[in-house]
């Protein structure tokens, strides 16, 4: 026999409308429980408006205090081909108000109504989540997990990571009388939840998010949801038993989980996130940086769950793991050398700034003398240590300490700027973070680790034992070595995750490329490429520059460098060579002795380098291709440059040809990833594509922006997609044209910038140029931005506006000048084409012309 309490007034035809829902989809089921009665439920069904049998069926639950709405976005997306179904818990939504339900009733009631569906077993079923639904979804599925072809879970858990406390808004909400208050007497619990959302969301998404709780008697569950989240394990609350149960078993769940998560939710924040990471075993994570709590509403989930699924039924994610596992010959450990040369006295690491210097057979020791005290107080593998120490001796021992102990090295340089050292250390979520003194206050203070173990370097240093007898087994090829960061240079700085063996393997590809032996000595200019010298043998000096300003290194500064260690080898960007040069003087006879300069980063003037091999007589210069996915593709040298030039009629930057083990293709302009056209010819213009062992593993926390980085070509390669626009000549050469982001979409068809910046630069003796589109899509107007130190910021002057568009074989709407223009802060060279195009619309539109609009 039936006991309602009440059944709640059904949304009408115009109220669905008006939330942007397809009336049809909404449906009541009257639905046999567990308990011997029969409850009415709510659902939002998209199974009878599709067209023919679902490619898939999905299954949703909401959280508290929300409802079935907070799936609209899934509905709308994937309503034609998928049958979506977001139930209304009971006592939630538009479903039957009840009696008090406990977590474990509210398990066995999404069973109850699955099993009423009438779902098809012969399709792909997954289970969506969120909030307090996500620890409902994750008790069905333990039990249930040969159902289970996969889960999204978006901001959830199913109880309090170790550590931390429960979500503060939860424990004020939950508080004794106040709960009542706030969750049902008032609307303060429903409203607030919506007003995490900022601006994210519209007025009517939040109307359509509180119409089912207008009234005391409707929010009662809403206030019952909340008294049975234990705020704290082991404090004998009822639910307490039933969660950590579950959480036992979640092991158990060996279908593919997405963890769908808005990263400034202050409730179920990253450390959540990590805990699911932790206990099953199968995820994937896509952060949405700035999206808050109601992330499916915020930000285009949809988009990336409609990818992921298709990945997951055609099983590629799993594919590419397997071609990286089944590695017949890894190569050598990273600290192999190390080994090979621990009873060497002779200089391995020497700092100029500071004075430092170390022997490889005292390095070889604080390696391991490192790793042995990290793993005495407690590292374990796998584990993200944050590196805020700054470039020098410490870092490099801390590095590869850190590597022989199996953690996670995150590695993101000064040159991101405080801000984004910041953004990027917290994206990692470190459980470690080794600095000086300073940089572990600031970490602490600017909450970059608030939870994670502090390590003075200082100390460490002093500390470490020497000796590896109680370190564990070295880590594997296939193990996570590192996290490193992007520059920046063409938006927010990713994360890329690189394996031992990847690491290894371009160790490898360097020394081969560049003939580099252990009589070698590199003058690392550019800091970040100063941790490739350990792992190649060599012994590397870091000259006395601020990293943050490569382009103020001077020519004294580099020739000192050479002298410390009898120098062959430098890497440097293009911006600090020019200074070098421009600060030559007499006396530099360290430069003698470098037999190869390597520069990049950004295009290389051709006449850069022939400047230089005045200074540095005895060198072949080079100017290697890559990114920090993947390093090196392509290189070429000076004279090779000088061969290429005028011998192709695209033009652009000519990079050379793939270094050994690497291949390049060039694929059309905007192609789609899961289905990669064919290769174009030479000669054509296209999105650069790339193929090596060393490259990278992925983006943290960013599977979308992985997998659209990623072709799914079903080759057994993983190809990176560089986001570089080219082609090749007829000679293999690889020609470097720009950014695909930075292209002119005009009138006539697609303008690539690099060309159009050379031709100016080189026919003109012009030190920098941007070449921008101003302008809608389609009917962009090329522009050319022109730094001039001794001249003002606008537009340029009628004979350098005619000079330049006699010139450039393209129509050019305007010429604009600028005292400086806007590069990135590592390599000093990279222009920042975005905040110029949005400076020259603002001079043509009128408008101020003081700052860049930074994109």
Known sequence: MSVRSWVPDQPTAADLESWHLDPAWSRVLDVASHDGSTYRWHVLDSGPTLDGPPDATMVCVHGNPT??????????????????????????GFSERTGLRRYASRVADLGDVIKALDIDPTVPFTLA????????AMGWAVDHADRVDGMVLCNTGIGVPVGRKSPGLIRIAAAGPLRDFVCRRTPIFVSGTTRLSGSRINAADRAAFA????????????????????????????????LAEVAAKLGAITAPVLLAWGAADPVFNDDFAADLAERIPNTSMQRFPSANHLVMAEADVASVVGDWLSDRVADRVADRVADRVADPAPPKPLWAALAERRTDTSVAFADMASGQSISWADFADRVDGVAAQLASRGLRAGEHVAMLTPPGVDLVVAVYGVWRAGGVTVVADRGLGL?????AVRSTRPNWVVGPSRALRAAKTLRWAPRAERVDVDVLMAQAAVGSESLEVEPAANDLAAILFTSGATGPAKGVRYLHGQLAAQRDALAATY????????????????LYGPALGISTVLPDCDVTKPGELTAVALDAAC???????????????????????????????????????????????????VLVPNASFHTPYGMTEVLPVADISLEGITAATGGDPIGGVCVGAPVPGAMVEILPLGFDSAAPPASMPAGEMGEIVITSPWVSDGYHGLWAIERAARLQRGDGKVWHRSGDVGHLDDAGRLWVEGRAVHNIDGPAGVITSVPVERLVETSLELARVAAVGVGPAGRQQLVVVVEDPHGADGLASTDLTARVRSVVNHPVAAVLSRRSLPVDIRHNAKIDRTAVAGWAEDVLAGRSSRRFRRG
């Open 129 to 136: 989540a969120h909030d307090w639904g996500g620890a409902i």
């Open 211 to 242: 119409a089912p709780y207008s009234s005391a008697k409707a929010r009662v569950a809403v206030a019952d949801f909340v008294g049975d989240v234990p705020l704290q394990p082991g404090e004998g609350h009822p639910s307490d038993v039933a």
């Open 67 to 92: 409802w079935a709405y907070a799936w609209a976005t899934f509905l709308r997306k994937f309503g034609t081909r998928c049958r979506v179904i977001a139930v209304d818990q009971l006592g939630m």
């Open 515 to 530: 003939a580099i032996t252990t009589n070698d000595s590199l003058v690392a200019a550019f800091a970040p490429f100063a």
């Open 563 to 613: 002298r410390r260690l009898d120098a062959t080898l430098t890497f440097a960007s293009p911006a600090a060579l020019a200074n070098v040069l421009a600060t030559a003087g007499s006396g530099l006879a360290g430069l003698a002795g470098l037999r190869t300069v390597m520069s990049a980063g950004a295009p290389v003037p051709a006449e850069t380098l022939t400047a230089l091999s």
């Open 419 to 423: 801000r984004g050292l910041g953004r």
